[in-house]
C-alpha cells in the first residue's frame, strides 16, 4: 500500500506561516505517485474531518476550501514524490490535525473533495495557531 508521511506541522503565531510536506512511498505494483490525486484534510477538536486542499494526478488542476482560498497553496512534485501545503495568514480557527491523502478511484485529472474518495491516508501532523 501507499505510504504517507506528513511533517512541517508546529505552533504558530496568528497571521504567521507554516509550509507541511507529505512523502509518499510504496504503493502497488504498476502504479506511480502520479497516479493519484492528493489532497489535505484537517480535523479539529470536536469537529468533523474537513476538505482543505487537494490537486490532480498532472497538478495543473486545484481545488480549495472557501475558508483557506487565497491563502493556501497546494503543490506537487511528481519527482520526488511529495505533495505541499504553504499556509500563510494562519488564523486560529486553522488550528487542527492536518492529514495527506491519496486518491486512485478518481476519473482522469479529476479531484474529490469527499474524504471517502481517498484510500491512503497519513498519521497528520499538528498545527497551532495562537491568538
Known amino acids: 500500500q501507499v505510504q504517507l508521511v506528513e511533517s512541517g506541522g508546529g505552533l504558530v503565531q496568528a497571521g504567521g506561516s507554516l509550509r507541511l510536506s507529505c512523502a509518499a512511498s510504496?504503493?502497488?505494483?504498476?502504479?506511480?505517485?502520479?497516479?493519484?490525486?492528493m489532497g489535505w484534510f484537517r480535523r479539529a477538536p470536536g469537529r468533523e474531518r474537513e476538505f482543505v486542499a487537494a490537486?490532480?494526478?498532472?497538478?495543473?488542476?486545484?481545488k480549495y476550501a472557501d475558508s483557506v482560498k487565497g491563502r493556501f497553496t497546494i503543490s506537487r512534485d511528481n519527482a520526488k514524490n511529495t505533495v505541499i501545503l504553504q499556509m500563510n495568514s494562519l488564523k486560529p480557527e486553522d488550528t487542527a490535525v492536518y492529514s495527506c491523502a491519496a486518491d486512485y478511484s478518481v476519473v482522469s485529472d479529476g479531484i474529490s473533495t469527499d474524504p471517502r474518495s481517498y484510500e491512503y491516508w497519513g498519521q497528520g501532523t499538528q498545527v497551532t495557531v495562537s491568538s
Open positions: 490537486i490532480s494526478r498532472t497538478g495543473t488542476n486545484t
Open positions: 510504496g504503493g502497488t505494483f504498476g502504479r506511480t505517485f502520479s497516479m493519484y490525486t
